[in-house]
Every structure is written in structure tokens, then in C-alpha cells.
């Protein structure tokens, strides 16, 4: 995946090549994107800081393009890339100079918590030739204590950050522990900030048995466990008594690279799907799952000028798009799945279709039928989402959402999020045989359900006590 990383293209992973044969729409929506998507050319990133602050490195260093760091001529690295898009996603890691962010006298004579300003210059090509130059300006106030500091945090940013951080140890260590040092490392960065959180800030004051979490890093121990049990850092064996890795191994190296090559580019918005699969129970469907609804504008109090009100409307004009409603999601765990019990599972980059051994035959009528290809009469060993059942119909539309979620741009909104167009892989666990399904029941229960314990790594409870024990 180093060539996909550099020029930006795309990495498949067939497992068994018969899946595809009802999924072709996989490929021909890349071929679309690739057709219509806009994107830049030969382009150079550059971001500057305003006094107090310097660029130190892009994330990961092996990042999708080469970095140019001239410290005698330049005041900050540049970051040179073959090509960008609406979902390139690069992480800036910063620094603080000597002498910190100088603080400036007001009005009043009081010194207020200094602004810090960062523009970044995109300079790129477009499809027609055009050289463009894209500056981005953005003003943060700065913070005095550490509690507005968690106060503020961005969940998204801070996973993406350790998703790749990650990442780029395992990728760059030539030792033979380098996967356990990268499963360790974010969770070893998850301890330190919540114990700085706990030693910096009103928490200190809290019971020493109760573990006090961010408000806006209320997650952040269950991303952590999730990383640890994701494709990306999973041990492909298990150890026996002897310390020795033996037996068949829950991911192969092709899994794993498909993972860490979308693992390395992952943005804000997919960081946590990536790692914790979304399990939806469409067993017995409410009255509008599954169902397209149109959100409804709120009136809005006309305290702004003519342009700006425009431009607001305009905004929620474009954010107020039709969507099929969703069911509530359930945790990912096998206790939670019912032998009669069907399920949308989306681990982020496919989606899964689960039908327990014990679902009744009417539903499995109504959810199902035979594929039929195109350019034949007979009727195939496979099967497909059925449009002429109400059940049917309505959970292809959940699996049109769900796939909608990075969808391509359209006049009004773009879409960014998922990179792939995930395809839509039947596991009936009443045909559960010695052939290729197997791959795919191993792939739910071994790494879809991370809430469950296994042999490497403790469930969710057991993981939060012994993170509990180490803050302490």
C-alpha cells in the first residue's frame, strides 16, 4: 500500500473474488468518483503560526507526499503531494517556541488570553491546468488553565492523531515488538492525558475509586481498547502456555495492510468507525427506520444583516438534505446478537449483513432473493437485498445511507467521511460451512465484536478498571 499512500489511489481487498460478482457497483463507483470528484495536481501544503508557535512535523512522517525541511531557509516545512481531494487529510503537529506566546497589554490594561492565528497555502493543479493557490486562515483563543484546555478538546482530532501516531511506530520500527509497542502506545497516551486531567484540574478533588473522564473524551478508553483490537494492531496468533504464536491467524497480512493503508489517511469524522464497528438490530423495524425523512427548518430571529442571513440560509438549506432514518444501534458484542436476530454491522470500511441460524423463513423471504446476472437467465448461489418486500426495500435504503455517508459531492453539500464504497457481504449463520463464509463469521466474531474479551485483550469493564488502576 506505499504506492497507494504516495499517489492517492485506491486499495482493494478481495478476500475471495465470487464476493464481488453481486458487488460490481464497488468498483464502478470508484471509477465515477475518480470521473467527477474534484481534485488538485502536483501540490504543495505550507502552514505557518502566528509568534509563539512553529510547525514541528506533519503526522505520520511517512505521510501521503515528501516533506520538505529546510530549517536555514524556511520558517516552517512544506509538504509536497501528488495529488489532493475534498477527504486528503493531513494532521499538523505543533510546537511551542522559546519564550511561549507573547501577551499583549488591552484597553483597560489587563493582559487577556492571547489569540493564535494559523494560515495554511495550498498551492495545486487543477484537471484543467490551472495553477490555484487555497488560504486558509483560522483564529484560537488561547487557554490559561488545563481545564479549558479538555474543556475544549476535539474528540476526532485527538483519535485521528493517535490512530496515526500509531501507525507511523509500527511502520518505522525495525524491531521484532514493534505491533506491541504501537498497541501500547495510545493507550499509554490515553493515561497520561486523563491523568493529567485528574491531577490538573477540579477532578483532583473527586473520590480516588471514581474514575473521572472529560466531558468531550468520554469515549476515549473505549477507542483505545478498540485500537488495540482493531485489523490494524490485532495479533494475528494466539500465544499458548509456551509464549509461542501458533495456530490459524485471525488476520492475514493482506487484511492488515488493507487496514493501515485507510488507517494511515483516516480523518476526524471516521477515526472512531474504524475501530469500533456500528451494529444496527433491523430484526423488528420501528415505523420509520428505514424510511426517508426531511428535516424541518426552524424559524430563525433576523438580528443579522442581509448577507448574512443569506449566507445562514444557505447553510441550513444545504445541511437540510432528505436521509433514511436509522435504528438505534446496540454494542458489539455476540451477547448482544440474538440467534433470530438480523443485523446491519458496518466496521467502516464493509458492511455486513447478519441473519442469526434461527430467523424464521418469512423474513429471510422478505429480505432476500436470488441473484440474477445480467447477462444470464439462471439464477446464481448467491443472494441479494430484495426490492419487492416493504422489509426489503427498506433496509436497502439503510444500506444506501449508510454507503451515502461519503457519497459523491453533490451541487448543494459534499459528503466526506468514509473513503471507500463499503459492500454489502452476507453472513447467514445457518450456511455456515467449510468454504469462504467462514471468513466472514471469523471476521465478526474475532474482530467486529471489540466489546467482548478474547484471548490477547480484556472486555471494555475490565479494560477500564485496569486504566483506572494505572491513573491512580
Known sequence: SGPSILLFSISFHVPFWRFVSSNNTSFSFFDSR?????????????????????????????????????SLTMDSPELELSCVTAETCIPVILDHRVGGIPKRKDASGDYPDPMVYFQSALLYTTR??????????????????????????????????????????????????????????????????????????????????????????????????????????????????????????????????????????????????????????????????????????????????????????????????????????????ISCLEDD??????????????????????????????????DSSEESSLWVLSKGSDYGQRVHNMVDQLRLYSSLPSSTTSRVGRPTFPPLLLVDKRSIGPDVTDWKNNHINEVCMVDDASNEDRGYVEFLCALHRSIK
Open 34 to 70: 475518480s470521473a467527477v470528484t474534484f481534485s488538485g495536481a502536483d501540490a504543495i501544503l505550507k502552514v505557518r503560526c502566528s509568534s509563539g508557535m512553529q510547525v514541528k512535523s506533519f503526522l505520520p512522517k511517512v505521510s501521503p507526499g515528501v516533506c520538505v525541511d529546510n
Open 341 to 374: 436476530g438480523i443485523y446491519i454491522i458496518d466496521d467502516g470500511l464493509s458492511l455486513f449483513l447478519y441473519i442469526g441460524k434461527d430467523c424464521s423463513e418469512e423474513a429471510r423471504a422478505e429480505l432476500l432473493e436470488p441473484f440474477v446476472p445480467k
Open 128 to 333: 484543467w491546468g490551472q495553477r490555484r493557490v487555497r488560504v486558509t486562515t483560522l483564529g484560537i483563543r488561547t487557554a490559561s488553565t488545563v481545564s479549558n484546555v479538555f474543556r475544549s478538546a476535539d474528540f476526532g482530532a485527538i483519535t485521528t492523531l493517535m490512530t496515526r501516531r500509531s501507525i507511523e511506530m509500527l511502520s518505522t520500527s525495525r524491531d521484532d515488538g514493534a505491533l506491541t509497542l504501537a498497541r501500547d502506545s495510545a493507550v499509554q497516551h490515553c493515561t497520561n492525558l486523563l491523568a493529567s486531567y485528574r491531577t490538573r484540574t477540579a477532578a483532583k478533588s473527586s473520590p480516588s475509586g471514581q474514575l473521572i473522564l472529560p466531558e468531550g473524551l468520554q469515549l476515549l478508553p473505549l477507542f483505545c481498547m478498540s485500537l488495540r483490537k482493531s485489523p490494524m494492531f490485532r495479533q494475528s496468533m494466539r500465544q499458548n502456555a509456551s509464549g509461542i504464536r501458533t495456530g490459524r491467524p485471525s488476520i492475514t497480512a493482506d487484511e492488515r495492510a488493507f487496514y493501515l493503508h485507510y488507517g494511515s489517511l483516516v480523518s476526524p469524522a471516521m477515526a472512531m468507525a474504524y475501530v469500533h464497528p456500528n451494529v444496527f438490530d433491523i430484526t423488528k423495524l420501528h415505523t420509520k427506520d428505514g424510511e426517508w425523512q426531511t428535516p424541518q427548518s426552524q424559524p430563525q430571529s433576523h438580528t443579522h444583516s442581509a448577507s448574512q442571513s443569506m449566507q445562514e440560509t444557505a447553510i441550513m438549506e444545504s445541511a437540510l438534505q432528505p436521509y433514511v432514518h436509522l435504528p438505534k444501534r446496540t454494542h458489539p458484542s
